[in-house]
């Protein structure tokens, strides 16, 4: 379901008063333990590139799906699965999105999907360090991601338990094989990842 369109009458629906805090909140005793799944509609992977030295060029992929398990009483233990659709890349030029999911870069029709399979997490202050397995462009390479706890409470629209966070990361293109214009556009990718997850069962 597309739930934008009603944010507009939110308040009014769940009867919240105008001086009401946001549902979620970065409050461990709010996490309830389970097995969460991404919501597309608010999961992002944004990434940024230097732009033949003139400036920073940012990109985005949405449409995230993935399982996310956890217990707050073993934070150690958490696992994360998630699969990008490479079909969800967007820019702010349309003909750009077409070329960067061509065989050029991402080659999408043959690689549709990028994958991150977490191996471990290790809890560190308000989020954890996430080591994990990426897949990208049909090569697989460790990758670490520094996550941070956004929040968790119940959706007002949903009415379920939903988990939320902000990570990331930094990698090499060419580590993955993308390395059309190299080296004039840059190697060095920013990730920048947010993440928000309801509980399934």
Do not use: C
Request: glycine share 8%; charged share 15%; no cysteine.
């Amino acid at each position: 379901m597309f739930r934008h369109a009603v944010y507009a009458t939110l308040a009014a629906a769940v009867a919240l008063p105008a001086a009401a805090q946001a549902p979620g909140a970065p409050d461990r005793s709010r996490v309830v333990a389970g097995t969460y799944a991404a919501d597309p509609g608010h999961t992002q992977v944004a990434w940024s590139l230097d732009h033949l030295g003139f400036s920073t060029y940012d990109g985005l992929f949405g449409g995230a799906t993935g399982t996310l398990t956890l217990d707050p009483a073993k934070p150690a233990a958490t696992k994360v699965d998630i699969t990008i659709p490479i079909s969800g890349l967007v820019t702010t030029v349309p003909a750009l999105n077409e070329h960067l999911k061509s065989p050029d870069f991402f080659d999408a029709a043959k690689f549709p999907t990028a994958t991150f399979t977490s191996t471990s997490v290790v809890p560190q202050g308000t989020g954890a360090r996430i080591t994990g397995t990426l897949t990208l462009h049909g090569v697989s390479k460790p990758v670490v991601l520094d996550a941070r706890f956004v929040g968790a409470g119940v959706n007002p629209l949903t009415k379920k338990a939903t988990v939320g966070f902000a990570a990331t990361t930094k990698l090499k293109r060419s580590d993955f094989g993308i390395t059309t214009y190299l080296p004039i556009l840059g190697d060095d990718v920013d990730l920048r990842i947010n993440a928000a997850f309801e509980k399934a069962s």
